[in-house]
């Protein structure tokens, strides 16, 4: 994997998105030659027309990010594929209608748009059936020996076995286990030169995926496969970079103390994102309040009560808040206590269906994000009975508070909607990555994935 801004990016998804960026680029230039000869006209150098076509062709690739264009699933099957790359044109069409709109005298750009986004939908097509086939195959997949043959070895091999995995285990070196969980594992004592058995399967990367490391960690074997160019990686460290999530079950303070992550940069981090909160809840404000009005109307008439659903929840560094919404619930949805949401959960009203399924209820937390109580993106804020509760279930739990609560987060595009302490648990791990890695980078990667959540609402609940 590449990382771009202490966020992992796999090889496959960067070489794909390269590919489709320039066959964008070739599809808008080949557009625009067309229409210039259609109307007898010079289309001018290709310096000249270069910024208005990469122009188009980010706010496209843009788009294909957003809807998941490059997710798992669209690299594995080419219905998914073809269906995102649809909407994703689509989204990008509106948008430069938009542009050309605010921002006239741009040449060629709406005359070019039918011609262009066509030619697109060919070519990316095109590059996911012969590109998307080779990137399937194990040789673009790395090559990892694993050290261990424990359930922590398991836990590997059962994660290369799917089919989005990035890495192929090419072998097991078991280090005297009393109950090996992989039996194809071969012992340690059978190995005469385990720099030289590395470098016989072609491995680039070892992981150390011992059950108990105290008084067995092979320091001399680890030492010269290290020496020889071989990646060692430990087992916390390497499933977070797999899973982009930190795994609880082997989670221990020392490998987050020295891990890479919490780094000094993150006050640059932090002010750069407070001042692109300010920026978009401002603009945001501006441009949701009717909506939001008229939605507060229809809530009012729908049921009894008030519009707007107003809960204290726990905030940064475990300060609380109060929490504004629309009212998607019957007022005495909470008379005895909070309580987890559930499916076809009997609570909410026939309004309040619609507003948390398209997340018009979310709205009234910009001005949340606007008083600085909150950022757009984060881990999601829990109401404190909840917080008290989790944090004797959860270790760790705490720590999610070291950063503002969001509106939107890692959490919230990569597992779907759950109700239960099993799934805080899956939650938590993704917040401890977001925590211990957020850069603007990530926030922006998470805001554009958020749309693809909004229109395949999954989890909305």
């Not at 987890?340 to 399924?357: H, L, Q, S, Y």
Request: hydrophobic share 50%.
């Amino acid at each position: 994997m590449i990382r771009l801004f202490k966020h992992y990016v796999p090889h496959a998804v960067l070489l794909l998105g390269l590919i489709d960026f320039a066959l964008l680029l070739l599809a808008n230039d080949l557009a625009w030659s067309f229409r210039a000869s259609q109307i007898d006209m010079d289309p001018g150098s290709w310096t000249e027309r270069m910024p208005t076509i990469a122009g188009i062709s980010a706010i496209t690739l843009t788009s294909m990010i957003a809807v998941g264009v490059f997710g798992a699933d669209a690299l594995r099957s080419m219905r998914f594929a073809c269906a995102r790359l649809l909407v994703a044109v689509s989204l990008s069409v509106l948008g430069l209608a938009f542009l050309d709109f605010i921002l006239p005298g741009q040449t060629f750009w709406r005359s070019i748009l039918l011609y262009g986004m066509t030619l697109a939908i060919v070519f990316l097509t095109l590059n996911r059936l012969i590109v998307g086939g080779i990137l399937g195959a194990s040789a673009f997949r790395r090559r990892v020996m694993v050290m261990g043959s424990g359930l922590r070895a398991k836990r590997i091999k059962e994660l290369s076995e799917r089919p989005e995995s990035g890495f192929v285990v090419v072998g097991f070196v078991g280090m005297g286990a009393k109950d090996p969980a992989v039996e194809e594992a071969i012992e340690r004592s059978a190995i005469h030169d385990l720099s030289r058995f590395v470098g016989n399967l072609g491995a680039s990367e070892v992981v150390l995926a011992l059950e108990e490391r105290r008084n067995a960690l092979p320091l001399k074997d680890l030492l010269r496969i290290k020496t020889l160019g071989v990646h060692v990686n430990d087992f916390s460290s390497f499933m977070e970079r797999e899973t982009g999530r930190v795994d609880l079950d082997t989670l221990n303070p020392s490998w987050l103390i020295f891990s890479d992550g919490f780094s000094s940069s993150r006050a640059i981090s932090s002010a750069a994102k407070r001042l692109f909160d300010i920026i978009v809840s401002s603009l945001l404000l501006a441009l949701t309040l009717p909506i939001i009005l008229v939605f507060a109307l229809i809530v009012k008439l729908d049921s009894k009560g008030p519009a707007f659903f107003r809960q204290q929840r726990v905030g940064l560094y475990g300060q609380p808040f109060e929490l504004v919404k629309l009212r998607s619930m019957r007022v005495d949805a909470e008379k005895d206590g909070a309580k987890w949401a559930e499916k076809g959960d009997p609570r909410i009203t026939r309004v309040g269906a619609f507003i948390r399924k398209v997340r018009i209820d979310e709205l009234p937390q910009v001005w949340t994000v606007l008083k600085g109580q909150m950022s757009f993106v984060g881990p999601r804020p829990e109401v404190p009975q909840f917080v008290h509760d989790l944090e004797d279930e959860l270790p760790y739990y705490s720590e999610r508070h070291m950063v503002k609560p969001g509106i939107t987060g890692w959490a919230q595009i990569n597992y779907p909607y759950g109700a239960s302490i099993e799934d805080s648990r899956h939650k938590l791990e993704y917040d401890l990555y977001y925590a211990k890695n957020y850069t603007p980078f990530l926030d922006l990667l998470i805001l554009l994935q958020t749309l693809r959540v909004i229109l395949w609402p999954e989890g909305a609940r």
